[in-house]
């Protein structure tokens, strides 16, 4: 199948080429929050058929976006190239301006928790934050991922850290939306690194 093109010399128009097929700037949310597996991106893209996610995956690899590599337990897996990551200033923006009119969050359609860490790094305050640092370790049913702050920048993953300063125990949206004291939620760490923590987000 040949890939469509809008045939114009403008940047924009190559970009969207380039990332603008259905389901391929959703690879690209999940991918920004960690390296996934064919199966995990799957289980994510709910209504994705396997062979249009293999398309998606072989054209983003070709155009330089996305790589596969084999992680350490044999597994192959795919990343975003140094190419494929500039995009995260465009998709954090575009999740900001998702927001503008309240629609996410109101829990009428599919959701992976782990989204929720991409959305929490679109509002980060770097000049809020510029002089913390702190891990934060979000422990619960649905949601094992972090966020690590230091000195004004925010990265974010799966998985477990060994030196988080914070434990939640719950998701993203326990801690901002669940509860109006979410300090309940924690069971490592103080609630006054906590409330800095919080601060360091746009409402």
Known sequence: MTKRSYQQDCALAHSADLIGERWTLLLIRDLLVSPRRFNELQKSLKGIGSNLLATRLKELEQDGVIEPYASGDGSRRYRLTVRGRALEPAILGLIRWGYIDGKPGTDNGHHHDDWDLLALKAFFQPGVAADLRLSVQYHGDTLSGWTRIFDGHMTIG??????????????????????????????????????????????
């Open 158 to 203: 799966l998985g477990e850290l060994d030196d988080a300063d914070l434990v939640v125990q719950g998701t993203v949206r326990d801690l901002f939306r669940g509860t109006n004291e979410p300090q309940l939620l924690l069971s490592h760490g103080t609630a006054s690194e906590l409330d800095r923590y919080m601060r360091s987000f746009a409402s």
